[in-house]
């Protein structure tokens, strides 16, 4: 696998891209930046770097770790889950807890898109921090004809052709974002 760093003149290629002709290939305007473990300290280096070269463009910048704290946090939905968990028998915490993130997760996505617009590029960072949650395959599938702007998402992992592996541990298949 190229080094995130061999990756950067690709990224700077995609996001710089107005015509969006690159997303003929999957359909949709998703890159997929795999990098090992010991490159996390680098994706920052990566995005500031993004950030400084990018002309023309909106960069939003999503951690996905604190997006997740963040929604935990306004809706206080451990608290509420607790509750329910001592009410209700068969809940599932991680379960329930981790849907009711993913929807809140997507229609974040959804609405930063919107309120950036065109000429907007999203950056995530911190992909792993769902993996206890929600596939991530659920969340590009949902996201699919309802996000029209380049998002690159910095994915802690590996991959072959068929799939990626995020955290080398929990395997997705069937992506139809652009893998770099």
């Not at 997929?32 to 400084?52: A, R, S």
């Not at 997006?67 to 009410?87: N, Q, S």
Request: proline content about 3%; overall charge negative; some cysteine.
């Amino acid at each position: 696998m190229a080094t995130l760093m061999e990756k950067y003149t690709k990224i700077i290629e995609l996001i710089n891209n107005d015509s969006l002709a690159w997303v003929r290939h999957s359909g949709v305007p998703f890159v997929i930046c795999p990098y090992e473990k010991e490159e996390h300290k680098d994706v920052m280096y990566i995005i500031n770097k993004l950030q400084q070269e990018i002309e023309g463009f909106h960069l939003e910048l999503i951690n996905m770790e604190q997006l997740l704290f963040d929604i935990i946090e306004e809706y206080e939905t451990i608290d509420g889950i607790i509750e329910l968990e001592k009410i209700e028998e068969d809940i599932d915490m991680v379960e329930e807890l981790g849907e009711f993130l993913l929807e809140k997760v997507r229609s974040h996505f959804i609405s930063k898109a919107k309120e950036i617009g065109p000429k907007g590029r999203i950056l995530v960072t911190r992909v792993g921090a769902t993996a206890i949650y929600f596939n991530f395959i659920r969340l590009l599938s949902y996201l699919e004809g309802r996000v029209q702007i380049p998002v690159v998402f910095f994915y802690p992992g590996s991959y072959d052709r068929f799939s990626v592996t995020l955290l080398n541990k929990y395997k997705e298949t069937a992506l139809r974002a652009l893998i770099i």
